[in-house]
């Protein structure tokens, strides 16, 4: 017998495979699908700071139409047909999927300063969700802001928002930062209970005939799991916080790499969005056949054998590996 059991951020679930914030949890039919096809948890998608300062921008406005100031302000926002919810009905999408399925839901904030929003961590956690996702986004293009100063930021609001819940909250991470190993330990330390490595952004491209900046989507392949192992290897044992894989997982091989380099759980989006619910199903008995070719009774059992401090050559995480790659190449 197999058991591809595991525990993320203290829920145990009866498999690594976890169904990431996207599109894909926007209906309630289809997260019903996604349960029935075997996700062992679902995230739904981010709820960002913007549409909840842009609540409070036009909560204001109405009640004082004169401020001309407030006025400008809300023409800064997107307008509402941007979002796919607003706070109020993202508020109402988690607790009808909480009744609709039996595996857990998780909410997602997507956020870049403590405020106002950390009131909807709160809310989040009282509307049923499982689990809080806080997606940790700016773009720093401040130059009198530092590396120091963001990732303070980032910390305090992981503190804050631990206050304000008691649900486990995981911080998903971009790869955007000077010294990773050394900002998960400060955020584990702030009370973080799972790190979500790492944050794939949706970068703008430019037509030269148009003379405009366009958004770009591009899904994930396989081949993007490597930056995510390289750092889920280096973290692994290090930090008390669960380890999540999100970017890069589309097969059962995708999974035993995580899991070898310590990871709890992977997050799967884009080979959802590509081949459907179905998927996952397919994904998780390739899964169980793997482990049961190579004599593997458990994933626990090899979780982190190839982490830093197990792995045989320990330089492939670190700077001798870029050595020797440019020399082979060379040569």
């Known amino acids: 017998m197999i058991d591809l059991s595991t525990n993320y951020l203290g829920m145990t679930l009866s498999h690594p495979l976890v169904v990431g914030a996207s599109p894909l949890s926007d209906d309630l039919d289809d997260i019903k699908r996604l349960e029935d096809a075997g996700a062992a948890a679902i995230i739904l998608r981010s709820l960002f700071e913007e549409q909840i300062s842009r609540e409070q921008v036009s909560e204001y406005f109405n009640l004082d139409s004169h401020g001309e100031s407030v006025a400008e302000a809300a023409s800064y926002f997107p307008s509402p047909h941007a979002f796919a919810l607003g706070p109020f009905e993202y ?7 909480k009744e609709a399925v039996r595996i857990p839901v998780l909410a997602s904030l997507n956020g870049a ?35 120091a100063e963001i990732e303070r930021q980032a910390i305090d ?29 400060e955020l584990d330390r702030a ?10 952004f ?3 491209d430019i037509d030269v005939e148009e003379l405009t900046a366009t958004r770009t989507l ?18 692994s044992g ?49 899964l169980a056949a793997w482990l049961l070719e190579h004599e593997w009774h458990s994933l ?22 870029y050595m020797l790659m440019l020399q082979s190449w060379r040569a």
């Not at 508020?91 to 999927?97: F, G, P, Q, T």
């Not at 631990?162 to 909250?169: D, G, Q, R, S």
Request: charged share 20%; net charge positive.
């Open 91 to 97: 508020l109402e999408h988690l607790r009808r999927a």
């Open 113 to 147: 300063t403590p405020g106002g929003w950390i009131e909807y961590a709160r809310l989040m956690a009282q509307a049923g969700a499982d689990a809080l996702e806080l997606n940790l986004y700016r773009i720093a293009t401040d130059p009198e802001t530092s590396s």
């Open 157 to 185: 609001t992981v503190r804050e928002v631990k206050k304000a819940v008691t649900i486990p909250v995981a911080v998903k991470l971009s790869v955007f930062y000077t010294a990773i190993a050394h900002f998960a330990r």
């Open 191 to 200: 009370g973080a209970d799972g790190l979500v490595l790492f944050n794939r």
């Open 202 to 204: 949706y970068q703008p």
């Open 218 to 235: 591009h899904l994930s392949e396989s081949s993007e799991l490597r930056l995510r192992l390289h750092w889920i290897a280096i973290l």
């Open 238 to 286: 290090r930090v008390r916080a669960s380890l999540a894989v999100t970017g890069g997982v589309h097969t059962a091989l995708d999974i035993v790499k995580a899991t070898m380099a310590g990871a709890h759980v992977t997050q799967m989006v884009s080979a959802l969005l590509m081949h459907g619910p179905v998927h996952l199903r397919t994904v998780l008995d390739d």
């Open 300 to 321: 626990a059992e090899m979780r982190g054998n190839m982490s830093l401090f197990k792995v045989p050559d320990p330089d492939a995480y670190e700077r001798a590996n």
